[in-house]
Structure formats: C-alpha cells, structure tokens
C-alpha cells in the first residue's frame, strides 16, 4: 500500500514537473515572440525617423539650390529629377514652381477644358468639368453654359452640399466638385494650384499637358528643357512667352522628396512651400502643403 502511494506520488510529482516544464517553454516563447516583435517596430521606428530625415534633407537641398545664382548648380523648378545621396540613403527630388500651375480661382474655362483634354479626358466631359469647377467658385447661382453645376445639382446628386460659392482654398477641394472623380482628381492634382493669382501659368515651370493647354507643343518643350546640361555653358532653351522668366522662381514650390534605405524602405514627403520667411521662429519658408509617409521595402 504504502509502495503504490508513493509511486502515485511520483507521478503526479513528474506529470507536475511536465506541466511546469510546458508553461515554461511556452513563457518563454511568448517572450522571445514579444521581444522580436519590439525589436522590429523598434527598427520600423528608427527606419521610419531616419527615412523621413533624409527627405526633409532632400527638401531643404532643394529650396537651397533654386535659388543659387550659378546654374551649374541651380535645381530647375520645372519639375525635373534630381538624384542625391544623403548618407546611405538614395534621395530623388522634384521641385515645380507652383506659378508653372493652371489656378483654380483664376483660370478660365477654355484654359481648365484644355488641360482635362490634355490629361486624357474626353472633351464633353472636359468641358462639364470645367464649367462645374467655375461655378464652384464662383458667387452666382446661374449654371455655366457648359453644363456646370449649382446647387440643385448637388442636391439631385444626393449630396449634403451644394456649391461653395467662393474660391478654393486646397487643390484636395477638387474632389467636392460634382462630377469629378477621384481618377479625375489624380490626372488633374499635379497640374493645378491655388497660390498663384495668375489667369496664365507661367510656361517656363509648366509640365507637358500646361504647355499643351497653353497650345504650345508640351512634350517637346519638357524634351528641350530636360536636355539642357548647365553646365555646358549654353543658354537653357527658350520658352515661348517666358524667355525673361527664367532666370529663378516665384518663391512657391512643390517639392516632392524621396528617400530610399539601404534596406528597401522609402520615404517621401510632398510640400508645398512659400520662401522668404515664415512666422515660425527658425524657418526660412512657410509650409502650405505638408504631407509625408513610409513604405516598407
């Protein structure tokens, strides 16, 4: 009796030690699991804070260098690429002065039909949006010609709003206006602003389908201009309207800044920026778009 009691004793005194063996294993996995796991935000975070450094780098070089007086090494604001290395990142910039831009508050409808034609939409649709963007803006409540839409429109859309009556105050504000789709919206966005004032973009920052809603042949003029080496001592082609607004920019850019890691990961920040002061202490321009963000490898 006293033998099987202390053999029973003896298996459960092991079968408890298998237990405790399994729990352990099973502590240890889990923290080994969460230790991992904080290893790789903790890498995603400083991958991320390194990335966006090197874009923000990207940016600054680049509002240094448009207005450098030298143009072997002025960065053309007419949206061409530029490479630079920024440690061990590989940094891409863009920077396009925003006067190169059809304006939103300001353009006319001919000019705003032109460069939907030119972004690919058909011309009925062109010209509907068009006539809906003018009367989004505009304080009357009278339809475009065109078609454009009003507030009855709107409200036959079955849309909680109507026209804003008044000018945009974002380039995001396009994808309010009836009609206008989000693929309409990406095709437009790069080729539009709100900062300029001016009826007329001006052609010697303007992109391909600017140009061509200008009535200017856009692609052989970005061909020439993405030719042009400064340093070859040759004068940068000249632009049909613009051969004295070359020499440097308005002071408001678009700057999109790439950065991509040894790793894969990448980086980018797209801006709008306005030079010559700022009302934050330290800051030598005023931010009026701010966007940014990671991607993994």
Do not use: C
Not at 156 to 172: R, W
């Amino acid at each position: 009796m006293t033998r099987r009691f202390r053999t029973g004793i003896r298996g459960a005194a092991l079968l408890l030690v298998l237990w405790l063996v399994a729990l352990l294993t099973a502590l240890v996995g889990a923290f080994a699991l969460l230790a991992r796991t904080e290893g790789l935000q903790g890498r995603a975070v400083v991958g991320g804070a390194v990335g966006g450094s090197a874009a923000r780098a990207g940016m600054e070089l680049a509002l240094v260098r448009v207005a450098s007086a030298d143009p072997r090494y002025q960065w053309r604001p007419d949206g061409r690429r530029y490479p630079w290395r920024f440690g061990d990142a590989e940094v891409t910039v863009r920077i396009i002065d925003e006067d190169g831009k059809v304006d939103l508050n300001q353009s006319d409808a001919p000019l705003l039909t032109a460069l939907a034609q030119a972004v690919g939409l058909p011309r009925e649709r062109a010209e509907r949006i068009a006539a809906a963007i003018l009367d989004w803006r505009d304080p009357d409540p009278l339809t475009q010609p065109a078609g454009g839409a009003e507030d009855p429109d709107y409200a036959s859309a079955e849309l909680p709003y109507g026209a804003k009556d008044a000018e945009f105050e974002s380039v995001g504000e396009l994808l309010h206006v009836l009609g206008v789709t989000a693929e309409d919206y990406a095709l437009l966005a790069p080729h539009v602003t709100v900062y300029t004032g001016r009826a007329r973009p001006e052609p010697a920052y303007a992109s391909a389908p600017v140009l061509t809603a200008m009535g200017m042949d856009g692609e052989g003029i970005v061909r020439q201009r993405e030719a042009w080496n400064p340093g070859s001592g040759q004068p940068l082609p000249g632009v049909p309207g613009a051969e004295n607004l070359q020499a440097f920019g308005s002071g408001t850019y678009s700057i999109e800044s790439q950065a991509r890691l040894r790793d894969g990961r990448i980086a980018a920040l797209r801006v709008v920026v306005r030079t010559g002061g700022s009302a934050v202490p330290g800051m030598a321009y005023t931010p009026l778009r701010w966007e940014e963000g990671t991607s993994p490898r």
